[in-house]
């Protein structure tokens, strides 16, 4: 598979980091092709400009899109699973990684309708998205308050929605205790990067087991 993962972090000395590290290497075990956008490494800007939401806010599909933004989109058409790997800052993705939805899922692109309220959707639908995030909060926490479904809901029913075939949240929770946890989640990363194929396949929509440590 062509894989493209979208990694927002700003330091190496992270254990998200050592996650992105285990899985490129498992991937590349497996076969698969990876391309990676480092968005802090690329200094990728994440706030939307002025011009940029004339056409956003007002849906003027017609005015031009940032090289940056096109240069996210051709990877996404080269791409078969995106994977957005990522730490839990309160409750969601970095402000880094929202950005990119904000500026990448442009209108007419991801979303839109024309003139006669038909659906404009450029972006090819991918087969597999795969939410991966370290989280300090322990995997029953999160769930057990809610915060575990309104990330999923966030992530998986808005952004990824119709946009892919298949989509999963892994939580890598509990990483305030990182002694505990590193090891289970870097093996677990291990696994699923070499058994993608496999992974893909048996998939089932809303599988509560990828929550549990
Ligand atoms: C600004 C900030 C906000 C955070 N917010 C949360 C949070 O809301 N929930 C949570 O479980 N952990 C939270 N954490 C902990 C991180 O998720 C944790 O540090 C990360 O998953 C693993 O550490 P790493 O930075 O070494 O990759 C937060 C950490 C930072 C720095």
């Given at each position: 598979?062509n894989?493209?993962?979208?990694?927002?972090?700003?330091?190496?000395?992270?254990?998200?980091y050592?996650?992105?590290?285990?899985?490129?290497?498992?991937?590349?075990?497996?076969?698969?092709?990876?391309?990676?956008?480092?968005?802090?490494?690329m200094?990728f800007q994440s706030?939307?400009?002025?011009?940029?939401?004339?056409?956003?806010?007002?849906?003027?599909?017609?005015l031009?899109?940032?090289?940056?933004?096109?240069a996210?989109?051709r990877?996404?058409?080269?791409?078969?699973?995106i994977v957005?790997l990522?730490?839990?800052?309160?409750?969601?993705?970095?402000?880094?990684?929202?950005?990119?939805?904000?500026?990448?899922?442009?209108?007419?692109?991801?979303?839109?309708?024309?003139?006669?309220?038909?659906?404009?959707?450029?972006?090819?639908?991918?087969?597999?998205?795969?939410?991966?995030?370290?989280?300090?909060?322990?995997?029953?926490?999160?769930?057990?308050?809610?915060?575990?479904?309104?990330?999923?809901?966030?992530?998986l029913?808005?952004?990824?929605?119709?946009?892919?075939?298949?989509?999963?949240?892994?939580?890598?929770?509990?990483?305030?205790?990182?002694e505990?946890v590193?090891?289970?989640?870097?093996?677990?990363?291990m696994?699923l990067?070499?058994?993608m194929?496999?992974f893909y396949?048996?998939?089932?929509?809303?599988n509560?087991d990828?929550?549990?440590?």
């Amino acid at each position: 598979m062509n894989i493209l993962i979208i990694y927002a972090h700003p330091s190496n000395k992270s254990f998200t980091y050592k996650v992105l590290q285990t899985l490129v290497k498992a991937l590349q075990m497996g076969n698969h092709q990876v391309e990676i956008s480092d968005l802090y490494k690329m200094e990728f800007q994440s706030d939307m400009t002025e011009e940029e939401y004339e056409r956003e806010g007002f849906a003027k599909m017609e005015l031009p899109l940032s090289e940056d933004v096109i240069a996210e989109h051709r990877k996404i058409e080269r791409a078969d699973c995106i994977v957005f790997l990522y730490p839990v800052w309160w409750s969601d993705c970095p402000a880094k990684m929202k950005g990119w939805f904000d500026r990448v899922y442009s209108v007419g692109y991801a979303y839109g309708y024309d003139h006669d309220g038909e659906k404009v959707m450029k972006m090819k639908r991918i087969k597999l998205g795969l939410v991966i995030c370290t989280a300090g909060h322990p995997n029953n926490f999160l769930k057990e308050t809610g915060i575990a479904e309104s990330m999923r809901n966030v992530m998986l029913d808005d952004r990824l929605g119709v946009r892919f075939e298949k989509k999963e949240m892994i939580i890598l929770g509990g990483t305030l205790e990182l002694e505990k946890v590193a090891n289970s989640h870097l093996e677990k990363i291990m696994n699923l990067g070499i058994n993608m194929y496999k992974f893909y396949n048996t998939l089932i929509v809303d599988n509560k087991d990828f929550y549990d440590v």
